[in-house]
């Protein structure tokens, strides 16, 4: 449906937006820039045309579209790999963390066969798989690990997990906030940045990281007077900078904390607090976000904790009433202050490098969410992924709107603490301007997202004029990406990479990501992580081999470090190892998605095992008819693909569940399920059949924003059996 892009004339341009004189200079600057490269490769006249930043953040999104997929309009992915959009230059991955990191050691680990960053990344990678032990030794001095103890060696193989880091003793939080010379962290260098909601024209509030280490002392010494060492304490609340600070303050204090996401009701409440045994909360009166007020305190009393600490929304003053047994935080704080007489300073304390320090929650796309134990190891993996593949360093100022609760509120606050960068917190709604000011304003480097945000601020345009040109990265993480969507992000800083990650909270880290080395494709993952190695296997656990394009359920190798080896509610070894197939001699580590890898070794992430569905004998995955379905009519804002057992057996039903965009008119079912099919059969399968479709407002999520296909598939059996008993 797209021309080529030689075809392309000012008519199209200006159908795309332009006013007639603007088409016209675009339509010469496209031509020349063409001119070289016209009969040559699509990807080189991208790059040509990225190069030469023809396509500006402020054209309308339709231009960027137009150009794109005229580029790519011919592009065979089933034989040449995905599109790629991101070209990383010999010049600019010498000056990346990990490009640095080859220059110098790459010679002598890989020897006469290392070149350069980029031609030797792949090379590299698989030495850091088959080395973990000498990758880790070389990266963690990368950090600005302080050990109390140092570590007797990197990995002690004799657990079949391996041992990491055996007999360390340290305190993390005290390596966040000391200064430290490599990675270069002063005492008046920032460590955080925000705004409140609702100021977006005040200026920012800045804290450098001796008064950082000065209030996090405090609070230490606060919590070191109402609890004892070892004790779990949650916080439920916003991700602002206080919460940051008790964050690192529980865990400066020898205490663990428990995290839990601002979003949830009593009842998860609840039973979080139940599962950890914790012995207090923090939280706030209120959550200010998006201009209203929603309670926050009366939600976490009614899960009925002992001791709740609680913090002004905004102000000093509370605006609710406490029970007995609760305290504000300025007397909480008071405390503090009298039992030390002005004086802050804390002593860490100091404890073996596998103890628990956060205890968080799965998101429960699949099943009841997972209790999962953090170690002191668990901050220092996932920060070494920032490190290596979204290059995190000092000088970046780097945001990812999310909680304490989500698996990236702790890996945020770690990978910008342990590698120098500064933390940027906008504490609000990130779904409006304001959040995209404040990541103008700020200087914000390093962007991280999930979907749902980057749908929202594509579906509303309200970032529409705000200069995100600082930006070197975006990240997404959480739920496949829309591939339009991420051109639209990367579209508004001219073109930078969009490092997609998936991992799971219980690894610390991505299994498979992008990196900056390597060229970018959109919605695509460009490798496995740093160390990691995966295995696809087929139905009867047979595995591909590595480099061969194929479907499958993804193993990991069970060495990794930072993987938690047990779970709080659950069996670990049945989670994660029970009917998992054996590789060689290792029985690989369930992560339990369908993985998909392409052509050219790109990698797609099709659902989860759970989602795949067998229709008419063929498995194919939720996410692969969701991406045709997608794009089935105009009016679709999305869609959501799960099948059914009839509940009188028989072959599994397809079901399309839609949601609608606003101003579109509205079809009715019979005609989306036309389209449905027809779209199915042409990109598809032409052997599968939609059985039914339904249009809902909106799709169930979890409070992490994740799709909920379980919800859906269970709301529909239910419509089936009642209709069938109806009948
Ligand atoms: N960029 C991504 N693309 C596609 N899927 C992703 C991406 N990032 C994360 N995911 C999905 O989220 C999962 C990890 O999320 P998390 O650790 O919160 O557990 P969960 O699977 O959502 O919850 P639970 O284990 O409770 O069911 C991944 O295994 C993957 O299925």
């Known amino acids: 449906m797209w021309k080529r892009i030689g075809e392309l004339s000012c008519d199209d341009y200006v159908k795309a937006g332009l006013t007639l004189e603007d088409a016209k200079g675009f339509d010469k600057l496209v031509r020349d820039v063409l001119s070289t490269a016209i009969e040559t490769d699509p990807r080189d006249q991208w790059k040509a045309l990225v190069d030469e930043s023809v396509l500006k953040p402020w054209h309308p999104h339709p231009l960027h579209q137009l150009l794109y997929y005229s580029v790519y309009s011919n592009w ?149 007077g109402s609890f004892e060492k070892g004790d779990t304490i949650a916080i439920d609340m916003p991700m602002t900078v206080d919460a940051v600070i008790i964050y690192l303050a529980i865990i400066l204090a020898g205490c663990i904390v428990v995290s839990i996401a601002d979003s949830f009701a009593a009842k998860e409440i609840a039973t979080r607090l139940k599962i950890s045994k914790a012995k207090g909360i923090f939280t706030q009166d209120y959550i200010l976000r998006g201009g209203r007020r929603f309670p926050l305190y009366s939600r976490v009393v009614e899960a009925a904790p002992s001791k709740v600490i609680v913090l002004p929304a905004s102000g000093t003053e509370l605006r609710v009433q406490l029970r007995e047994q609760d305290i504000s935080w300025m007397d909480f704080l008071s405390n503090a202050k ?8 804390y002593r860490p304390i100091h404890l073996p490098v596998d103890s628990m320090i956060n205890i968080l929650f799965s998101s429960g796309t699949t099943g009841e969410p997972k209790a999962i134990p953090w170690t002191q190891l668990s901050p220092i993996r996932s920060t070494c992924d920032g490190w290596a593949h979204l290059d995190v360093q000092v000088g970046n100022t780097y945001c990812w709107p999310t909680n304490l609760g989500w698996v990236m509120g702790p890996t945020l606050i770690f990978s910008c603490f342990l590698t120098g960068a500064t933390l940027a917190l906008y504490q609000g709604s990130p779904l409006g301007r ?180 067998n229709l008419g004998g063929i498995k194919t995955s939720s996410i692969e008819i969701e991406r045709v379905c997608d794009q089935a009519d105009e009016c679709i804002s999305e869609t959501a693909a799960v099948s059914l057992t009839p509940p009188n057996g028989g072959p599994e039903l397809l079901v399309i569940f839609a949601v609608l965009k606003e101003g579109f008119k509205k079809p009715s079912e019979e005609e989306l399920k036309m389209k449905f099919s027809i779209t199915i059969h042409k990109d598809l399968n032409p052997l599968f059949k939609v059985s039914f479709v339904k249009i809902v407002p909106e799709f169930p999520r979890t409070a992490s924003n994740k799709l909920l296909r379980r919800v859906l598939r269970d709301q529909m059996k239910q419509e089936l059996l009642s209709f069938r008993s109806r009948i």
């Open 434 to 613: 304001g959040f995209g000011k404040f990541v103008q304003d700020a200087g914000v480097t390093v962007l991280g997202t999930v979907p749902s945000l980057v749908k929202t601020w594509k579906r509303t345009n309200c970032m529409e004029g705000l200069n995100w040109t600082k930006i070197k990265y975006f990240a997404t993480t959480g739920e496949a990406s829309n591939v339009d969507d991420v051109l639209w992000l990367s579209s508004k800083a001219y073109y930078k990479p969009v490092i997609e990650c998936c991992g799971g909270t219980e690894l610390a880290s991505s299994y498979i990501i992008g990196s900056p080395l390597q060229p970018q494709a959109f919605g695509a993952f460009s490798t496995p992580s740093m160390t990691t190695r995966i295995i696809i296997f087929d139905e009867n656990g047979v595995p591909y081999a590595d480099d061969q394009p194929c479907t499958g359920e993804v193993g990991l190798f069970p060495q990794h470090l930072g993987a938690t080896d047990r779970l709080l509610n659950a069996n670990h070894d049945e989670v994660y190892f029970k009917g998992m197939p054996m590789y060689k001699e290792t029985q690989l580590r369930r992560h339990g998605d369908i993985v998909k890898r392409t052509v050219g070794g790109y990698y797609n992430v099709q659902g989860r095992a759970d989602d795949t569905m």
């Open 338 to 345: 009298t039992h030390l007489s002005g004086e802050n300073y």
């Open 76 to 224: 065979d992915s089933s034989v040449l790999g995905p599109p790629l959009y991101w070209f990383p230059s010999p010049a600019q991955s010498k000056s990346t963390n990990l490009g640095k990191l080859m220059e110098t050691h790459g010679s002598r680990l890989l020897g006469a066969s290392y070149k350069n960053p980029l031609e030797s990344f792949e090379l590299f990678r698989r030495f850091s798989v088959e080395h973990p032990e000498v990758y880790w030794s070389v990266v963690i001095d990368e950090l600005s690990l302080v050990f109390h103890t140092p570590p007797r060696c990197i990995l002690d193989k004799l657990k079949p997990g391996g041992t990491w880091l055996p007999d360390a003793v340290l305190n993390i939080a005290e390596c966040c906030l000391m200064p430290s010379s490599h990675p270069k962290k002063e005492d008046d260098s920032v460590a955080v940045v925000w705004r409140n909601e609702g100021f977006d024209d005040s200026p920012l509030n800045r804290m450098t990281l001796k008064q950082l280490r000065e209030q996090v002392m405090l609070v230490a010494n606060a919590i070191g």
